[in-house]
């Protein structure tokens, strides 16, 4: 009996450490979605390099989705303060911006 349920632990730990590692893969490959670039040509479907990163370009905020806004020909995501913005980005004037590093005096 001991055997058994020794057996019956070591199946259901190796799930479920199978299902971490596929949820760990799931989110590493969902949160790199956006593809780098040097140049503008490096990207296609509309897109334009900035900051080293593939991103859609604009015209009007019609052309941007998921609640961001056209601001410098690029869909940006808009914003009320800065923890409303994603890592290493700041509000400013509305729009999440990339922060710029601070020089020492």
Avoid: P, W
């Amino acid at each position: 009996m001991k055997k058994i349920l020794i057996l019956s632990s070591l199946i259901f730990l190796g799930f479920l450490s199978n299902y971490v590692l596929a949820a760990e893969a799931s989110v590493a490959t969902s949160s790199h979605h956006h593809k780098m670039c040097k140049m503008d040509t490096d990207c296609h479907d509309n897109k334009v390099c900035v900051d080293g990163i593939c991103k859609k370009a604009c015209k009007t905020d019609a052309d941007c989705h998921d609640k961001r806004v056209c601001s410098d020909g690029i869909c940006k995501k808009a914003c009320k303060i800065d923890t409303d913005c994603r890592r290493h980005h700041a509000c400013v004037d509305g729009m999440c911006e990339k922060e710029t590093k601070k020089k020492e005096m």
